[in-house]
Nanobody, 124 residues
Framework: QVQLAESGGGLVQAGGSLRLSCAAS????????MGWFRQAPGKEREFVAT????????YYADSVKGRFTISRDNAKNTVYLQMNSLKPEDTAVYYC?????????????????WGQGTQVTVSS
């Protein structure tokens, strides 16, 4: 059974940092792209960042570019999201996901497996 478990969320003041982790189990994901999405209250789930199978090609939503960094450790079956210079508008539930392919994927329908999400709250 495939499982993705996010951790690292919490409450932080604006300008602060958090590091999210997502550990995958049940299969090896080293051949697949992984990504992060987020959903704020009353809004649709939106793309945050993705990284290809090798970790060499990250891609970010414009809203987080320059502040967030996605990385992966295939030996640990884990993907990370380092979030710096956080803003109140970054407040959301953050989800990690595994795509059904090894390339770059920006839409939620391109992702096959999802975690349960971790809450990130940024106070002003």
């Amino acid at each position: 059974q495939v499982q993705l478990a996010e951790s690292g969320g919490g409450l932080v003041q604006a300008g602060g940092s958090l590091r999210l982790s997502c550990a995958a189990s049940g299969r090896t994901f080293s051949s697949y792209a992984m990504g992060w999405f987020r959903q704020a209250p009353g809004k649709e789930r939106e793309f945050v960042a993705t990284i290809n199978w090798s970790g060499g090609i990250p891609y970010y939503a414009d809203s987080v570019k320059g502040r967030f960094t996605i990385s992966r450790d295939n030996a640990k079956n884990t993907v990370y999201l380092q979030m710096n210079s956080l803003k109140p508008e970054d407040t959301a539930v953050y989800y990690c996901a595994v795509a059904d392919g090894s390339g770059m994927y920006y839409y939620s329908y391109e992702y096959e497996y999802w975690g349960q999400g971790t809450q990130v709250t940024v106070s002003s």
